[in-house]
């Protein structure tokens, strides 16, 4: 065996959507590029805001010294009293500068905060469906996911989530606004969420974290997004700035530790020496120093909120079943039959590539992303119409 058992069959799990990604790519070839409609991977079209190249061009002619060097791992100063003062305007927190620790993505966040919490065995609660990549973020630490499943509207199912919470269980993952379904958790919710884990917490005599991995915070349309911060004490936030920047070949983001962790100080020293295990050292140092300067500059929410809209009401009238997205840039339809997997063949044989729901475990349904250009989007709908004849639901 050349290479080690887990990213062997690591390699065999990632492979629908990576043969998706290849078989788009033949199909480019085949058909032109006009004619593919690839709605598979969440990767924006649109460019950054241009306070972005502003923040680049005065750092790169800036003539400080020593800003290329080491710096310690978890980042700049300046950079996380930035982040801390974002938090203490929307949550009335006080963040010290060691609650805020800057990350290679969320994707790199995620891994830390793992490693700092899990000891081999512990379990993570995780509510189906879920971005898949989480998986490895679990087990590459020696933990291992508790899945449970949300209610039909994709939000918690209470009853599942306390029958689920037992001694062992270390933390709770949630996702807002959500990859794959679009759903955004309001205040009432999260504050029943948090009264439940305080409960429990109190129960296994251990505190329980709710890690919230927020990347499409600043993407919502017209509803809020409120902070956990504010409804359970033993959290964390995980964000980036890959969305609301459209950076994400960038990597660049952060963890916030909530200042009323109970854990609070060995949170703030384990991930540190996270950072370094991983090898990850510290988050770019150009890309720390941008984000201070950029401000609240985010994209452009327009053409996200259209193409959702545009999409929405076009599926919903062609009869498949859809939750309209609040937040994120996805949708989550129903496949009109049981088996999504041939659904996403069908489709594919028509030149429109999207992501089987089991590959976010939950069959039935499929995803595909709007974070296209509008005209390309308007392009795609006469193919979910002759999707839906085939399947005789239109
Ligand atoms: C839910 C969710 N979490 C984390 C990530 C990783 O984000 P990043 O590119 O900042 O690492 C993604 C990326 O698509 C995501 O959808």
Not at 358 to 386: M, N, Q, V, W
Request: charged share 25%; aromatic share 12%; hydrophobic share 35%.
């Amino acid at each position: 065996m050349p290479i080690s058992k887990n990213i062997t069959a690591a390699i065999q799990n990632s492979s629908v959507i990576r043969k998706m990604f290849e078989e788009g790519i033949r199909r480019v070839k085949l058909y032109g590029e006009e004619n593919v409609f690839d709605l598979s991977i969440g990767n924006p079209v649109f460019e950054p805001p241009p306070e972005v190249k502003q923040a680049l061009l005065t750092i790169a002619q800036s003539d400080e010294k020593g800003t290329h060097r080491y710096m310690p791992n978890p980042g700049y100063t300046t950079s996380r009293d930035f982040i801390c003062r974002l938090y203490q305007k929307e949550t009335g927190l006080s963040l010290a500068t060691e609650d805020v620790v800057f990350t290679t993505g969320a994707a790199g966040a995620l891994n830390v905060i793992f490693k700092t919490l899990l000891d081999p065995g512990n379990e993570v609660i995780v509510l189906m469906p879920y971005f898949s990549e989480y998986d490895f973020y679990f087990s590459n630490h020696g933990g291992t996911a508790k899945r449970v499943d949300t209610n039909v509207h994709f939000h918690f199912d209470f009853d599942n989530l306390e029958k689920a919470l037992a001694p062992g269980v270390k933390a709770v993952l949630i996702n807002t606004p959500n990859n794959p379904t679009g759903v955004v958790y309001n205040k009432e919710e999260l504050d029943q969420l948090g009264k439940l884990l305080s409960r429990k917490s109190k129960e296994f005599g251990y505190p329980i974290t709710l890690v919230s991995d927020e990347p499409y915070k600043n993407l919502s349309y017209g509803v809020d997004t409120p902070s956990i911060f504010n409804s359970y004490d033993n959290s964390i936030i995980i964000t980036s700035y890959s969305k609301d920047l459209a950076i994400p070949g960038e990597r660049i983001g952060y963890i916030a530790i909530s200042p009323n962790h109970e854990d609070r100080t060995q949170i703030q020293n384990g991930a540190v020496v996270s950072l370094r295990i991983l090898g990850f050292i510290n988050a770019p140092a150009i890309w720390q120093r941008v984000i201070p300067l950029v401000g609240n500059a985010k994209v452009d929410l327009k053409p996200y909120r259209e193409n959702r809209d545009l999409l929405y009401d076009h599926l919903t009238k062609c009869g498949f079943e859809c939750t309209k997205a609040e937040g994120g840039f996805y949708l989550f339809p129903k496949s009109p039959i049981e088996d999504d997997r041939e659904f996403i063949k069908s489709a594919q044989e028509l030149n429109l590539l999207m992501v089987p729901g089991s590959a976010f475990r939950r069959p039935g349904y499929f995803r595909l992303a709007f974070c296209f250009e509008t005209d390309f989007i308007h392009r795609s709908l006469p193919l979910f119409t002759k999707l839906a004849e085939q399947y005789g639901i239109a």
